[in-house]
């Protein structure tokens, strides 16, 4: 064994332990969620532990992470991302920025920018996904599943992301907005 592979039960022990207490969910409650003996979860943040893939799995699910958050070196607490290597793509005239530079599964926020008259139609993501649109800034149009949606600053609408919806900035100034994807995993739809 080399020592990469060494220190892999050690990180996993080290990530359960912290995701663990972030929760403040005790190792019988970790276990018990995960649908694990609580011996087998201690095992896992004892860092001698060597999980089958189902345990990983059923852990990660239990925390909420991806496989690859549980086994990855350890982050920094905090990391400070300028606007400069936050990705934004232009969709026609309007601009898109995500808002979360480290994934987080089944979850998107962008920041909107949309420009007087400027249009965009989205995306429909997967079947039971719910989205919510907020208006920072000036005036949005909203149209989903055929409902038109006017918002003023401060307004939110909660509708189903799986469905035809565009964006519109029908004002004379320009509108900022905020975009919330709670996406549905295809394995839970079935």
Not at 45 to 68: D, K, R
Not at 137 to 155: H, K, M, N, W
Request: aromatic residues 4%.
């Amino acid at each position: 064994m080399n020592e990469r592979e060494a220190e892999l039960p050690v990180r996993l022990a080290d990530n359960v332990r912290q995701l663990r207490g972030a929760r403040n969910r005790t190792q019988l409650q970790m276990a018990k969620l995960a649908g694990l003996p609580r011996a087998t979860w201690a095992n896992l943040e004892s860092g001698a532990a060597n999980p089958t893939l189902s345990v990983l799995h059923a852990a990660a699910t239990a925390l909420g992470v991806s496989l690859e958050e549980l086994l990855a070196p350890p982050r920094a607490s905090g990391r400070h991302y300028p606007k400069a290597e936050l990705e934004v793509k232009e969709r026609g005239n309007v601009s898109v920025r995500k808002l979360l530079p480290d994934p987080v599964p089944g979850m998107e926020i962008d920041r909107l920018e949309l420009p007087p008259d400027a249009r965009m139609t989205g995306v429909p993501h997967t079947p039971g996904t719910r989205e919510y649109l907020a208006c920072e800034r000036g005036q949005i149009t909203l149209v989903a599943s055929g409902e038109r949606f006017e918002l003023q600053a401060g307004d939110v609408v909660a509708f189903r992301g799986d469905q035809r919806h565009s964006y519109a900035n029908l004002g004379r100034a320009k509108a900022i907005g905020y975009s919330v994807v709670m996406l549905v995993s295809p394995l839970a739809v079935r």
